[in-house]
Each structure stands twice: as C-alpha cells, then as structure tokens.
C-alpha cells in the first residue's frame, strides 16, 4: 500500500473561455490558456500541491483513437464531451509512472503503455518555460466514462508556482472528490488497486479512500445528492459529481459568491454550487 495523493482534477467543458470566467467568479486564479500536441487545450486553477484542469478540444484537434495497449487522453475526453459537460478523471501522483503502469497491469487495472508528452507554459511573468508529463493509465470496464491515472512530473520546479497559488477566495486545496456509482462495493477492488490504499465504510453502502489530505468518496446517487445537493450523475454506471476546496473563511466565501451572483446552498459548514451552474459537477467549499 502507498500514500498516493490527488495531483489534479480534469473537467471538461465546451468553453473553455466562459468556464475560465467562471472559476474566477467563484474566486479562483485561473491560468492561461494552453494547448497539448493532439489539440486538447486546458486553463489550469493551482493549488498548493493539486489542480483543477480546465480542458476542452481545440478547433483542428488530431485526436488519436484509444488502441489495445494505448489509452488515448484526447479520446477519453472527446468522447465525454459528445455525452456531457463535468468532472471527467481523476487523477493521482506518480514518482515513477512506467513503475505505476507495470503495476496496473501486473494487478489487471490496466495494461496500457506509459504516455510521455511536453508542452509550452508560462511562468508568472509571461515568459515561456517547459513541462513535461508521464502518464499511467487504469480502466474499469464498469465505469467507462470515469477516467483514472497518475500522472509524474519532469520539471516540477517549472510547474509549480506559489504565484499561480494566490487566490480571491483563499482557497488552500482539494478537499475530497465524490464518484456516485449504483453499487459502491463493486468497485472496491478496482478502486483499492488504483489508489494503493484500504478503504473505510463510512456506511453500510459508500466506500472513502484516505488520499494524503484529501478524501475520495464513492456513494450511492442516493448518499452522493444528499450530501451534495445537486448532482448530475449516470443512473446506471459510475460518474465523477462533485468535489470540495478548502478556503480559509467560508464566510468570506458566502460573501464573494453572493457579490458574484453564483447560486449555492449552506449545508453544515459548507458552501455547495449546484452542478448546474457549475459545468456539470457540484462544488463545495469548505473551512480549512
């Protein structure tokens, strides 16, 4: 067992522009635009040791189709993007991600060859800099539009800044992300060999997996619209509905999204944007 963390979030969208705007209304910084090799193009929101990738498929897009011992990102995304808009992958850290596919393989999640990519970023001053990824992929053919992977970093020190970390809300990190499935249990295994760690049973039907300082939740539609209050989830398969943030004055935050006109519930102690304003996945916001 290992102490994976969530390294970032993919949401897709169709606009990628308008869904910019709307995370800098909820508070965020949100970075410019930039574009992969096979034309799937993202805004990145950075946290301090995890992300919320922003991601849409650009105008003259060569997307390579998924193959046997290849899983295609762009695929997975165009794909989710021809059903709906949302919270489409999850995604963890990796060390050393050709070790992480090895492993995959050897326990059946997923026998897909390591993908390696670079691309241009900015660093705050606008200048250009270098980032470099590899990625290890999973798969469940019982939830075939929920994607997962790890992802390991080459030039973190070019990534990483705590200048694209300052944000209007105060926001400190990802809190927890919430997969809504018809039968939680029967993606334990999957879910166990995927993450690298024992699940607890908060009840007798969800399932919670320990990710650093985060949590991953997989509920019931039931348990998930409870908790969340408004979700937009598969009736019979698996689907990614919500995730938390954490921010430093959660009634700051009630303020800042009153000002901005953003709908939202109080529930407990957290701030809760309705997945339907929020490009198909619920937000929640909640004290540090």
């Not at 992802?151 to 990802?174: L, M, S």
């Not at 699940?199 to 650093?212: M, V, Y």
């Not at 348990?223 to 509905?241: M, R």
């Amino acid at each position: 067992m290992m102490n994976r963390r969530i390294d970032h979030l993919v949401v897709a969208v169709h606009d990628l522009d308008r869904a910019g705007s709307f995370y800098q209304r909820l508070g965020f910084q949100v970075g410019a635009r930039n574009r992969h090799p096979w034309g799937t193009e993202n805004r990145i929101v950075q946290l301090a040791q995890s992300f919320i990738e922003l991601i849409t498929v650009g105008e003259g897009a060569a997307i390579a189709p998924h193959q046997e011992r290849s899983f295609s990102f762009g695929a997975f995304v165009q794909n989710y993007l021809s059903r709906r808009e949302g919270l489409a992958m999850l995604v963890l850290d990796s060390q050393d991600a050709e070790a992480d596919a090895a492993l995959f393989a050897d326990k059946g999640i997923g026998s897909f060859e390591p993908f390696r990519f670079e691309r241009s970023g900015r660093r705050p001053d606008g200048s250009e800099t270098k980032v470099a990824f590899t990625l290890a992929f999973a798969s469940s053919e019982g939830a075939p539009h929920a994607g997962f992977f790890v992802c390991q970093q080459h030039y973190p020190e070019n990534f990483w800044n705590p200048e694209f970390q300052r944000h209007d809300n105060k926001a400190t990190g990802i809190s927890a992300v919430a997969l809504a499935a018809p039968n939680p249990e029967g993606y334990r295994a999957f879910l166990t060999a995927f993450t690298g760690t024992e699940p607890t049973s908060p009840d007798r039907d969800d399932l919670s997996f320990r990710l650093g300082e985060s949590h991953f939740d997989v509920l019931t539609q039931d348990d998930a619209a409870e908790i969340y209050a408004s979700i937009e989830a598969e009736l019979d398969q698996p689907s990614f509905v919500a995730f938390g943030v954490r921010v430093e004055n959660i009634g700051r935050q009630a303020t800042w999204l009153d000002a901005a006109e953003i709908p939202y519930q109080h529930i407990g102690s957290r701030l809760i944007v309705p997945a339907s304003a929020a490009f198909g996945v619920a937000i929640a916001f909640e004290p540090t």
